[in-house]
């Protein structure tokens, strides 16, 4: 399998952004502005509290909504925390685990965003895993044994028929919500070396079948040149995806 037959998938992640109000408006417009455009999935990963308004103003239209996080517990004593099975009954497709966000402010690790991809794999949640290096990482030159060995440690124990239900955003922390951007050559390079190791992990097939994304400031200024890689199969998108219109060029970009 090659690019041209892996889905090109665009994800938006609002972050802590919009209240449900503007989330339904967001949400219309977003689908308004994309019908019709089928060569790549749109998923819109929103806060909590706005999932039952977002998946009630996308019915009926190709957009899919996600979360941005979730316990890997079924339930109990977990203050602030929310299950798979409440994202599932509140329509949620997706749910985005181990944001650079959550891991640097909120006490996130390899470990924990394992246990939280595992239950939400589980569950039938589908997983959009982020990882990347930070600034001082790439400095140091060791990118690569950083997002390798993330890879094999935020899926440890998952199968390889549960990455059918993974998508993995390369997301170089130094780029997200910074308006620096990798190049188009450091997001293929990363992406590859990801591939590689979903190669080694679970075979050819598996590698070559998964959806990898690159997240970091991608706008509709870079969005083509970043998606004409050949490992790049789609973005994550934070700042650009709270304007429907930025974000539609962003998914005609990934038509081609
Ligand atoms: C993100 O939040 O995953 C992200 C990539 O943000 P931004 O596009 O704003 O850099």
């Not at 967001?26 to 749109?42: F, H, I, N, Q, S």
């Not at 985005?96 to 909120?106: A, D």
């Not at 780029?175 to 188009?184: D, F, K, R, V």
Request: negative net charge; hydrophobic residues 45%.
């Amino acid at each position: 399998m090659k690019k041209e037959v892996r889905r090109a998938v665009i994800a938006g992640n609002w972050k802590m952004n919009m209240t449900p109000s503007e989330a339904k408006c967001a949400v219309e417009r977003t689908a308004e502005l994309t019908k019709g455009l089928d060569g790549c999935d749109v998923i819109l990963c929103v806060p909590f509290v706005d999932i039952q308004t977002a998946v009630a103003a996308s019915e009926g239209t190709s957009v899919m909504i996600g979360a941005q996080n979730v316990h890997f517990a079924e339930k109990g004593a977990f203050t602030g925390e929310v299950s798979a099975k409440m994202l599932l009954e509140c329509g949620a497709k997706y749910v985005i685990i181990g944001h650079s966000e959550r891991r640097q402010y909120f006490g996130e690790t390899d470990e924990t965003v394992n246990k939280r991809t595992k239950a939400a794999l589980a569950s039938g949640l589908k997983v959009i895993l982020c990882l990347g290096e930070v600034l001082e990482q790439r400095q140091a030159g060791i990118t690569s044994e950083i997002v390798s060995m993330q890879t094999k440690l935020d899926l440890a124990g998952v199968t390889a028929d549960e990455m059918a239900n993974v998508i993995i955003a390369y997301e170089p922390v130094w780029a997200i919500g910074t308006g620096l951007t990798a190049t188009p050559d450091q997001a293929e390079e990363v992406c590859a070396l990801i591939r590689e190791t979903l190669a080694d992990l679970y075979g050819e097939d598996v590698a070559e079948a998964t959806t990898i994304q690159y997240g970091g400031s991608m706008n509709d200024g870079n969005a083509a040149e970043l998606l004409s890689k050949t490992n790049v199969d789609g973005g994550l998108i934070g700042g650009a995806s709270l304007v429907p219109e930025k974000f539609l060029k962003i998914v005609e970009a990934a038509q081609a």
